[in-house]
């Protein structure tokens, strides 16, 4: 795929509002990568549609001069699915962010692919209702990113992934053509759903523009708890236990000491509980609506519960929110762990899924791996066992230096992997294949599987404009 001459970036810059194209170093550097920062950004241009007619007409120039194009939404990926490294032209979706008035009968909510999933949340609220996909990165992450990547979160477990709230989708190919399916249907049993083909696709088969988004009732009464266990059997013990229990369980979350080490010193944050533990797991159930009295119902179920927790020795310590500040405090524990492995070092994240019978082996014997094969790499564990999703990070030794460091990780990682596939896992839980793990895919697919995906790609996009070298190489 050649660079797009300066004669193809000047068409389009006289065809389309003054502030559409730029080139601005600063721009170049900010929209041209994601959260992994492995690989450098070398992007040729960005551009800033504010409407699908114009990322339309953007494409099919694009396509008619054979120009790459890297689809970008809020760039939180780990995957290196946004990055542009090779001069491509980035189609930032940043000044997309229109939301539509609530459908409170339908529930529904139709928005353009660059609204921020926090402000979504925001838009919702007032009228009862959410969109129930939630993560760490909620208040820069976009509803098209989420969509491309089919994103999870810390929520799984109770509302399930972004493919099981979208209805409807407004897409652009690589031709320019408008697929235009926004509608709000539950149900369409018209032959193939185009729909659940690009979720998930990181950008490789069209750029979604629009978005109808299913919603649901908002979480009345919340209870966030944490509990101190002494390893990973622990947590999933507790798990088995909290799942047999009365209660509506909206997350399930664990992490280690080593990440809240991280957490404790990135930002000075007092122990949450009165003595360490191997690991940490955080629990929020939800009542049965906002009434005072769903409070007092909520806490009469919990009582006896957490009493037996401890009874059990299901746990060695724990805490209950009091109040929501206190449970805002606890979140802070798990969401804040990226930013600070990161703030304190330097992470090789993996984010891989197990079926959840499989969690404590693989645990074992990812352990044991590195122990055995790359002693003095410290690994910070964390994740959302109720779907089986765990986030791995390896951080760097001091005394390793960085490209040293990267270039020992592409065999750990195929180490790794192989565990994974042993264990009936997959390589990638829920931030995609991008280019670190296109190398693995075949650790998770099939050579047939791997073939159709080719298949389709070809026919959606046949001159390989589309967020080029990510999942598949040309």
């Not at 972004?162 to 407004?170: A, I, K, S």
């Not at 909520?298 to 519960?305: F, G």
């Amino acid at each position: 795929m050649a660079l797009p001459p300066r004669s193809f970036l000047e068409r389009i810059r006289g065809g389309f509002p003054a502030d559409f194209l730029s080139e601005d170093p600063s721009d170049l550097a900010e929209y041209g990568r994601d959260w992994t920062r492995v690989v450098a950004p070398a992007p040729s241009a960005i551009a800033f549609p504010r409407s699908t007619d114009e990322v339309s007409r953007l494409l099919a120039a694009c396509n008619e001069a054979r120009v790459a194009v890297v689809p970008s939404g809020g760039r939180t990926g780990l995957a290196g699915g946004a990055v542009a490294a090779n001069g491509e032209l980035v189609l930032s979706l940043a000044k997309m962010r229109r939301m539509d008035d609530v459908d409170r009968l339908g529930a529904t909510v139709r928005v353009q692919a660059g609204a921020i999933t926090e402000a979504v949340h925001a838009h919702c609220a007032p009228h009862g209702l959410t969109w129930p996909v939630d993560f760490a990165s909620k208040g820069s992450s976009t509803v098209g990113g989420n969509i491309a990547t089919n994103a999870g979160g810390v929520k799984v477990i109770r509302y399930g992934l972004t493919r099981q709230w979208v209805l409807g989708l407004e897409v652009v190919l690589a031709s320019g053509e408008v697929l235009a399916a926004p509608g709000a249907l539950e149900k369409n049993n018209t032959g193939l759903d185009l729909r659940q083909l690009f979720i998930g696709s990181e950008g490789t088969l069209g750029v979604v523009t629009e978005a109808t988004l299913k919603l649901t009732r908002a979480p009345g009464v919340t209870t966030v708890m944490l509990f101190g266990v002494r390893d990973v059997a622990g947590v999933l013990r507790l798990f088995r236990e909290a799942r047999s229990a009365p209660l509506t369980i909206a997350a399930y979350e664990f992490f280690s000491q080593r990440c809240l080490d991280r957490v404790a010193a990135h930002r000075k944050l007092r122990p949450p509980l009165s003595a360490p533990s191997e690991y940490y797991v955080l629990v929020e159930v939800e009542g049965d609506g906002p009434a005072e009295a769903d409070a007092a119902r909520l806490a009469e179920k919990l009582e006896p519960w957490i009493e037996r927790v401890f009874a059990d020795g299901l746990a060695d310590d724990g805490t209950l929110a009091r109040h929501s500040g206190e449970a805002r405090d606890l979140w802070a524990l798990r969401e804040g762990i990226s930013e600070s492995l990161s703030a304190t070092g330097l992470p090789h994240k993996n984010d891989v899924s197990l079926p959840i019978a499989a969690l404590e082996a693989f645990s074992a014997d990812l352990e044991r791996l590195f122990a055995q094969r790359y002693p003095g790499w410290e690994i910070c564990l964390f994740g959302h066992v109720g779907d089986g999703n765990l986030h791995i990070n390896v951080m760097k030794p001091e005394s390793m230096d960085r490209a040293e460091f990267f270039a020992k990780t592409k065999d750990a990682d195929r180490d790794l992997f192989a565990i994974v596939q042993r264990h009936g896992g997959s390589i990638s839980a829920e931030h995609g294949i991008g280019i670190l793990k296109k190398p693995f895919l075949s650790f998770s697919r099939s050579e047939a599987e791997i073939g159709v995906m080719r298949a389709v790609k070809r026919a959606l996009d046949p001159n390989g404009i589309l967020n080029p070298g990510k999942i598949l190489d040309a």
